[in-house]
Structures are given as structure tokens and as C-alpha cells.
């Protein structure tokens, strides 16, 4: 399989469960984003990942967990989610951190309820 | 880059026609700007971008303008088809990896 694939492509979960969210790319590049996406709300970077290094953590609470174990997996670590954290989660990759394009995921579509 | 507003939010074109989306930022520094588009329960995906050091790019029935001065950039698509409906999502950064986006534009073509 090519490109980037994200698993699970929706979940559902109680405030009190954890869960993690997985990324894998195909494409043999070196940078690695999570980003929430919610209804008309512009695409919110989470976490960057350069050469499995932890580059931005943008001001995300820890109930979100990211994990990098090599170039090609990414994972999101969830636990006592809030309701107010539904929404779509998508993977992305690059080649480097600042070569510009963006490949995603589909995405996972988180409910916590 | 800090801010990006994008408009309209929705916008409606007869097939055939042209749509014109514009996005205005706020940070003199800023180099990059994408076009990244993203159809119903798919991914986005980049379909055009440029760079502060050309002021128009141009690729079949797409096409983006840059205007450093005033800060702002446009897409532009002609000849709109069907399959142009979408969201499509502006975004800019200044040459790290924090792309910022707008908030998205819902492009109906309409048969």
C-alpha cells in the first residue's frame, strides 16, 4: 500500500477510556504531523515529528500523547478525553520538516462521549 | 505565520464558470502558500502553490496570485467542472513547518 494510512478510521470512546490512533506513510519521508481538524475551524497542528525527534508540540494538552518509533509510524496516544476533543485527526508527512508539501491520511474520526 | 483569513466560507458557481477564493496574512515573512483541496470524507491534498518570489503560477484550469504588498493570494479556477466541488483550504508559513491554515472555502458547482 502507498502513501499515508491512518487506522482506526473512526472511534468512539468514553472520557474515562484509552485509545491510540496510528499512522503509517509509504513514502519514505522524514517529517511526520498530527492535526485536528474541527467543523469551521482551520486545520490545527498538533505535534511535528523530524527524524523521529519531537520537534512542535503546539501547546496540546497531555491527554494527547504522541509516539514516534521510527520514520514511518506515528501514533497518538488518547486518554480521559473531553467531548469537546471530537473531532477529525489526520496524519500527515514530508519529506523534510520545511519542504512544503503535505501528504495526509483520511483521517480518524474521534467521538468521546 | 499567525493569521490567515479566508473567503468567502461558502461560494456557489455555475458549471462553466469561474471561482475565486482569497486568502489575506498577516506576516510580512511569510514564503510559502498552498492550495490544498479536500473533497467530502477524503484527504486534503495539495493541488497548487507558490512561493513569495513569483507573483502568479498557473497550472491547467488552476491558477494562484500573490500580492506581497497587500498581503494577499488568490485561487483561481476556470472552466469549473463538477468534481471541483470541494473545501479547499489556503495555508501559509514562513519556510519552518507550521503551516497555517485558512478556514476553508465550500466550493458547490452547480450542473
Known amino acids: 500500500e502507498t502513501g499515508v494510512t491512518q487506522t482506526p478510521r473512526h472511534l468512539v470512546m468514553g472520557m474515562t477510556n484509552k485509545k491510540s490512533l496510528k499512522c503509517e506513510q509509504h513514502?519514505?519521508?522524514?517529517?511526520m504531523y498530527w492535526y485536528k481538524q474541527s467543523a469551521k475551524k482551520p486545520l490545527e497542528l498538533m505535534f511535528v515529528?523530524?527524524?523521529?525527534?519531537?520537534?512542535e508540540n503546539n501547546s496540546v494538552p497531555s491527554r494527547f500523547s504522541p509516539e514516534c518509533p521510527n520514520s514511518s509510524h506515528l501514533f497518538l496516544h488518547l486518554h480521559t478525553l473531553q467531548p469537546e476533543d471530537s473531532a477529525l485527526y489526520l496524519c500527515?508527512?514530508?519529506?523534510?520538516?520545511?519542504?512544503?508539501?503535505?501528504?495526509f491520511g483520511e483521517g480518524s474520526r474521534l467521538t468521546v462521549l | 505565520g499567525e493569521n490567515v483569513e479566508q473567503h468567502p466560507s461558502t461560494l456557489s458557481v455555475q458549471e462553466g464558470d469561474s471561482a475565486v477564493i482569497k486568502c489575506t496574512y498577516s506576516?510580512?515573512?511569510?514564503?510559502?502558500f498552498p492550495w490544498y483541496k479536500q473533497e467530502l470524507g477524503k484527504r486534503p491534498q495539495l493541488i497548487i502553490d507558490?512561493?513569495?518570489?513569483?507573483g502568479e503560477k498557473k497550472d491547467q484550469r488552476i491558477a494562484v496570485t500573490l500580492n506581497k504588498t497587500a498581503k494577499h493570494f488568490s485561487l483561481h479556477i476556470t472552466e469549473t467542472q463538477p468534481e471541483d466541488s470541494a473545501v479547499y483550504f489556503c495555508?501559509?508559513?514562513?519556510?519552518?513547518?507550521?503551516?497555517?491554515f485558512g478556514t476553508g472555502t465550500r466550493l458547490t458547482i452547480i450542473p
Open positions: 500527515a508527512s514530508s519529506q523534510d520538516r520545511n519542504s512544503g508539501e503535505l501528504f
Open positions: 513514502l519514505g519521508h522524514n517529517a
Open positions: 515529528y523530524s527524524l523521529e525527534e519531537r520537534v
Open positions: 506576516d510580512s515573512a511569510s514564503n510559502y
Open positions: 507558490i512561493r513569495s518570489n513569483v
Open positions: 495555508a501559509e508559513n514562513f519556510g519552518n513547518e507550521k503551516l497555517t
